[in-house]
């Protein structure tokens, strides 16, 4: 009989399980009220910067498709 250390499981510190809703509440975070506090009309200093960005995105996703 052998044994091997992949065989045992770790064990792990025991953790609160703490809903969604109640770190939300900790952290202060809100609900969106509009789509308007997403919008960051300041996130990319440049059309290029945007352009660069989506190129990457799309390539990656071409990538993760292959």
Request: charged fraction near 30%; aromatic fraction near 6%.
């Amino acid at each position: 009989m052998t044994s091997s250390n992949a065989e045992r499981m770790p064990e792990w510190p025991t953790a609160e399980h703490v809903p969604a809703e109640e770190l939300a509440r900790r952290q202060g975070i809100r609900p969106i009220a509009s789509v308007d506090d997403l919008a960051r009309p300041d996130l990319f200093e440049s059309d290029d910067e945007l352009d660069a960005f989506l190129a990457d995105l799309y390539a990656s996703r071409r990538a993760g498709a292959a």
